[in-house]
């Protein structure tokens, strides 16, 4: 399959702030994603995910390296290419289908298309019913209902989505997996999606790319080869929500040995030392 989006030696540096050091962000990170395809991007915290959805957003700029939709060089942001972050982001003095028309009538989108677009993606989302509510109204799930919708309506061809579960109830957060695979199927949609979950990489992903930290690079991707739609219960999700831990937690300790120095050390280690203590003590 031909490369829908292509990410070459992308590095992202960020110039020094208050007199700090500049920080590498991402280093060389190549990935290339298929039209359609649903790409699950990993990571310990820090290590540039958010960074690497930003510039395919086209809302910070490349250091080096490119970023090509449909063998285009991006320059900025576009109608191409939607966002969902994990907090909704919804004005608050707009109501649910206003907040979805909002992005269409700055694109300048007719009046009665903007409304059927909008009506369409509620109903999509399952929120027709709350089309006049106000975000204080809605739940979490809601909120983040209405940004899909929001992203969804401007009909981008690539869907970018910065731990867009992350601050839901389990439960919640279930329930939307199941319908954003759904809607995924339906629409077509390539996605981007990065979470810190393994599990809901797994459950998701065609595949998942592993990131390291400092600077951040693509460490290993993954296929998840189980055709769609999932039983979330199955042994292979487990058994690649597995694979996808072993690999984050080297980069996880790493990263936290980086933040608390050389004396950190893994508990089980701890518990070693402490019983090699006890035996020194000869208990
Ligand atoms: N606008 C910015 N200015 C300076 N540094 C930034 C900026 N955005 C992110 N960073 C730094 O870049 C690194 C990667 O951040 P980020 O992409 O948010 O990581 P992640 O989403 O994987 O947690 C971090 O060290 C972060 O502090
Ligand atoms: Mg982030």
């Not at 401007?154 to 601050?167: G, R, S, T, V, W």
């Not at 296929?223 to 694979?243: F, Q």
């Amino acid at each position: 399959m031909a490369a829908f989006v292509e990410i070459q030696r992308l590095t992202k540096v960020f110039a020094p702030r208050n007199g700090g050091a500049a920080v590498a962000a991402l280093e060389g990170v190549d990935l290339a994603v298929a039209e359609g395809e649903f790409v699950c991007l990993v990571g310990p915290s820090g290590c540039g995910k958010s960074t690497l959805l930003n510039v395919v957003a086209g809302l910070e700029p490349p250091s080096a390296g490119d970023v090509r939709v449909n063998g285009r060089r991006i320059s900025g942001a576009g109608a191409d290419r939607g966002m969902v972050f994990q907090e909704a982001a919804l004005f608050p003095w707009l109501n649910v289908i206003q907040n979805i028309e909002f992005p269409l009538r700055r694109l300048g989108v007719p009046r009665a298309e903007r409304r059927a677009r909008a009506l369409h993606f509620l109903h999509m989302v399952h929120l027709s019913k709350f089309a006049g509510a106000y975000v204080h109204e809605l739940s979490g799930g809601m909120r983040q209902r209405v940004a899909i919708a929001r992203a969804l309506a401007m009909d981008p061809k690539i869907l970018l989505m910065d731990e867009p579960f992350a601050a839901l109830d389990a439960q919640t957060r279930d329930i939307l997996h199941e319908e954003l695979q759904q809607i995924w199927q339906e629409t077509r949609k390539t996605i981007l999606f990065v979470t810190h979950n393994v599990r809901e990489a797994a459950y998701l992903a065609d595949r998942v790319a592993i990131f390291s930290a400092h600077p951040g690079t693509i460490k290993r991707v993954l296929p998840i080869n189980y055709p769609h739609p999932r039983d979330k219960e199955s042994l292979l999700i487990a058994r690649a929500a597995n694979v996808i831990l072993e690999e984050l937690k080297d980069e996880v300790e790493k990263a936290i040995r980086r933040q608390l120095g050389e004396e950190w050390q893994r508990p089980a280690d701890r518990v070693s030392r402490s019983a090699r203590l006890d035996l020194g003590r000869g208990i």
